[in-house]
């Protein structure tokens, strides 16, 4: 039987390469969007006594939300927050220094920008494309726009819609503040809607609803306070 399972998943495998050399990724993606975006700013999100206690442990708290169409079904919507006992500024270098993901980054496989604009009102678009492999079989390019808003302490995204990804749409959000109560520190929060264009196995859609959220924060957790003196990428300032 596991020899049976080996094959199967390599089987697997190899399907999605074939698949994925008939791509083209340079053509439009056939839709301009179909979630709701993030606005930047804080997230309307009261914690309760729970919350901060676990915070106060060094977990995160995660939130599951309905989604912004109640019939939808094959993607989720939540948010996950964080605290890191490093400023915003060391946070703001492990979020915006995506070209080193890879490496840092569980499952991350390839995560490179191509290009970034900086815009007559202070913000920084940088187009980013990222490779996911979730397990054999299951790999996941995609071309995202985001778009770094200084003054609102906040980056915001959805993908590229100038190129063919394989997720349906994307819709996130980081947004860092200081600690409410520990100075030096940061509250981080992470949303990233998700709309994938198949019914996918349960596995792996509890991965790219729950544990990758959990994931995303927990590595800028455990970067951010091992290089708490970083500072901001020069090319995402003013």
């Given at each position: 039987m596991n020899r049976?399972?080996?094959?199967?998943?390599?089987l697997?495998?190899?399907f999605?390469?074939?698949?994925?050399?008939?791509?083209?990724?340079?053509?439009?993606?056939?839709?301009t969007?179909?979630?709701?975006?993030?606005?930047?700013?804080p997230?309307?999100?009261?914690?309760?006594?729970?919350?901060?206690s676990?915070?106060?442990k060094g977990?995160?708290?995660?939130?599951?939300?309905?989604p912004d169409?109640?019939k939808?079904?094959?993607?989720?919507?939540?948010?996950?927050?964080?605290?890191?006992?490093?400023?915003?500024?060391?946070?703001w270098?492990q979020?915006?220094?995506?070209?080193s993901?890879?490496g840092?980054?569980?499952k991350?496989?390839?995560?490179k920008?191509?290009?970034?604009?900086k815009n007559?009102?202070?913000?920084?678009?940088?187009k980013?494309?990222?490779?996911?492999?979730?397990?054999?079989?299951?790999?996941?390019?995609?071309?995202?726009?985001?778009c770094?808003?200084q003054e609102?302490d906040s980056?915001?995204?959805?993908?590229?819609?100038d190129?063919?990804?394989?997720?349906?749409d994307?819709a996130?959000h980081?947004?860092?503040?200081?600690?409410?109560?520990k100075?030096g520190?940061?509250?981080?929060?992470?949303?990233?809607d998700?709309?994938?264009?198949?019914?996918?196995?349960?596995?792996?859609?509890?991965f790219?609803?729950?544990?990758a959220?959990?994931?995303?924060?927990?590595w800028?957790?455990?970067?951010?306070?091992?290089?708490?003196?970083?500072a901001?990428?020069?090319?995402y300032?003013?």
């Amino acid at each position: 039987m596991n020899r049976f399972i080996a094959l199967y998943l390599s089987l697997l495998s190899v399907f999605n390469i074939a698949v994925e050399a008939k791509i083209d990724r340079n053509a439009p993606h056939g839709h301009t969007g179909i979630l709701t975006p993030y606005s930047p700013g804080p997230f309307s999100l009261k914690l309760g006594n729970k919350d901060e206690s676990e915070l106060l442990k060094g977990n995160s708290v995660m939130k599951q939300l309905p989604p912004d169409d109640p019939k939808e079904s094959l993607g989720g919507k939540a948010i996950c927050v964080q605290d890191v006992q490093a400023p915003k500024r060391a946070v703001w270098r492990q979020i915006l220094d995506v070209d080193s993901y890879q490496g840092k980054v569980n499952k991350v496989k390839k995560c490179k920008n191509y290009k970034v604009i900086k815009n007559p009102d202070g913000t920084v678009n940088f187009k980013t494309e990222m490779v996911l492999g979730v397990m054999p079989g299951y790999s996941y390019t995609n071309f995202y726009n985001h778009c770094y808003h200084q003054e609102q302490d906040s980056v915001t995204w959805s993908l590229d819609y100038d190129k063919s990804s394989d997720f349906d749409d994307v819709a996130g959000h980081w947004h860092v503040e200081d600690h409410p109560s520990k100075p030096g520190c940061s509250r981080v929060f992470y949303a990233c809607d998700l709309k994938v264009k198949n019914a996918l196995p349960k596995p792996i859609m509890n991965f790219l609803q729950k544990t990758a959220l959990k994931q995303a924060t927990a590595w800028v957790k455990k970067e951010s306070e091992g290089n708490p003196e970083d500072a901001i990428p020069s090319q995402y300032l003013k």
